[in-house]
């Protein structure tokens, strides 16, 4: 089972990012999908959750309003389009699945990617 995430770098204040994580080696059908991130000195953290049919989707407060997460079943992908990106949104950003609807515990989620940074110049 891999999950492979991409799209990450360095952007400007203010700018824009979106990244994709593509799933592979069996079906999420079912699957609740979620972006966490890692500040440095930080612990990881919750940003955001998406459920199989998109039903319910769960935002960190303080990405609530400029983040987007979305997720394309058929492509196995899920999105988080990133805006106004200010210097605190500076992270290793993991895509992960779950089995489980609790959302802000990384222990509970099945699957994770490798990680894919993001920096925001100020």
């Known amino acids: 089972v891999q999950l492979v995430e991409s799209g990450g770098g360095l952007v400007q204040a203010g700018g824009s990012l979106r990244l994709s994580c593509v799933a592979s080696?069996?079906?999420?059908?079912?699957?609740?999908m979620g972006w966490f991130r890692r500040a440095p000195g930080k612990e990881r953290e919750f940003v955001a959750a998406?459920?199989?049919?998109?039903?319910?989707?769960y935002y960190e407060e303080s990405v609530r309003g400029r983040f987007t997460i979305s997720r394309d079943n058929a492509r196995n992908t899920v999105y988080l389009q990133m805006n106004n990106l200010n210097a605190e949104d500076t992270a290793v950003y993991y895509c992960?699945?779950?089995?489980?609807?609790?959302?802000?515990?990384?222990?509970?989620?099945?699957?994770w990617g490798q990680g894919t940074q993001v920096t925001v110049s100020s």
């Open positions: 080696g069996r079906t999420f059908s079912g699957y609740m």
């Open positions: 998406i459920t199989w049919r998109a039903d319910f989707i």
């Open positions: 992960t699945a779950s089995d489980t609807w609790i959302l802000r515990t990384p222990s509970t989620y099945k699957y």
